[in-house]
DNA sequence: TTAATTGCAAATCCTTTGCAGATTC
DNA sequence: GAATCTGCAAAGGATTTGCAATTAA
């Protein structure tokens, strides 16, 4: 009962598929399905929102993006890897500074191990009031 | 021209507002405005689901919950402060470990300062392959 | 009495699905 | 030719909004 092969989904090169992973290459951020979709647009790409969707959920499950969910609720897809950085969000005026975290980047490696979890991907998001908005009794 | 005081929003204590209170504090993770909405029916409280909704988000806004997504994409609430865990997500199984992480919050404190931020909260998320899926060659 | 709050239902918005036709293997 | 993949439009779900009635201050 051959059953040992089963998970190899083996997406295939598709022109649309092609559009959207080199979308995902050229973005520094994470994008939602629908950015990406009018990205691919205005790049004079005709996909269908449908197979933007399909396609980043399918490469989520495989593994080559990652996933998060901005404020808005929105879900959004940014190639794996590569050094990143992760989001200082101020809750009064939504200024967004960019900070990098060795120490986190580290402790996610350590807990991971520690759990016996492997290829390990983490998510910091960082909310609170700037000086600004402090100050202005915010 | 009085504009000190502006932000004083002022939410009035009605029953509806003391229930959701209650039920978040009641709660020990974070809970979505439906499933707080069901929660207080089944408590024989009845409040509107609009009204859920919007008490939670006038909360959020005024700092007196923290906010998160769930993978599911829905937007979920739980009441602030008090010594909070971490989520390290099997991406294979959907099995969930909770991790604490006393560096993370020394981390998210220290880079909030630098940046001058006050009032800081975080949402840290750890995804990956635990052992069992890692073997199944998931 | 005045301004805030609520409920309900309609309206939005993001995302998923059904299905016939196009495409890759 | 068989299994996938696409696009379109319809269907789903969660969240928001309009508005008249209700309630707190």
Redesign the interface.
């Known amino acids: 009962m051959p059953d040992?092969d089963e998970?190899s989904t083996a997406l295939r090169p598709t022109r649309q598929r092609r559009a959207i992973t080199d979308a995902l290459f050229v973005a520094t951020d994470f994008q939602s399905a629908q950015e990406i979709h009018e990205s691919l647009r205005g790049a004079g790409e005709k996909v269908g929102l449908a197979t933007v969707y399909r396609t980043l959920q399918a490469m989520a499950e495989a593994?080559e993006v990652?996933v998060?969910?901005n404020p808005a609720?929105e879900?959004t897809y940014r190639r794996c890897s590569d050094s990143h950085h992760h989001h200082?969000v101020?809750?009064g005026c939504g200024r967004t500074?960019e900070?990098t975290?060795p120490?986190?980047e580290?402790?996610?490696h350590a807990?991971?191990e520690q759990?016996?979890?492997?290829?390990?991907?983490?998510?910091?998001?960082?909310?609170?009031?700037?000086?600004a908005c402090?100050a202005a009794?915010?």
């Open positions: 040992i998970r593994g990652d998060r969910h609720g879900t200082l101020c809750r500074e900070v975290g120490a986190v580290a402790w996610a807990v991971a759990f016996g979890f492997v290829d390990v991907h983490h998510t910091v998001e960082l909310v609170g009031l700037c000086a402090a009794g915010r």
